[in-house]
């Protein structure tokens, strides 16, 4: 398999954007603790939201290409799912370095390996499922 046709696939433009996401989420989250003195959990709220929203862009362009949901529906599922992601996130960081008291950066590193899991599983099979709205749902995809 070339690699053009590597990169049309689902999965692997999902792991694509998942590590550059990975990777800004810890850059933002290591600046704003390290740099800015910004307690742990607020820190986490703030790389974790930012990331989502180029994640959404880029799961519903480039990963998945799916354009059956109006917006409208769409975007509120969601974030829906982000915010269920934001607290599993924030209770394994939170666990892991407060009571097992493992460095913050590789509690970040496990949050992070675990809410991938979520996002695929929510991503794949509810929010851009193809087919997941009935026909008269449809209608204009950026409505």
Do not use: H
Not at 14 to 40: K, N, T
Not at 93 to 105: A, F, I, P, Q
Not at 114 to 136: C, H, L, Q, Y
Request: glycine share 4%; net charge positive.
């Amino acid at each position: 398999m070339t690699l053009s046709l590597l990169l049309k696939t689902r999965p692997v433009r999902f792991v694509i954007a998942g590590l550059f996401s990975a990777g800004l989420e810890m850059a933002i989250l290591i600046v704003m603790v390290e740099r800015f003195s910004v307690p742990l959990l607020y820190a986490n709220v703030v790389a974790f939201s930012v990331v989502n929203i180029v994640n959404y862009i880029l799961s519903r362009y480039w990963v998945f290409n799916i354009r059956t949901l109006r917006k409208r529906v769409e975007f509120p599922m969601f974030m829906f799912f982000v915010t269920c992601g934001l607290v599993l996130n924030q209770a394994v960081l939170w666990y892991l370095s407060e009571k097992l008291l493992v460095d913050y950066r590789i509690s970040k590193v496990v949050a992070i390996g675990v809410v991938v899991i979520w996002n695929f599983f929510t991503r794949n099979n509810i929010i851009f499922k193809r087919g997941s709205m009935p026909e008269s749902d449809l209608g204009n995809p950026d409505a």
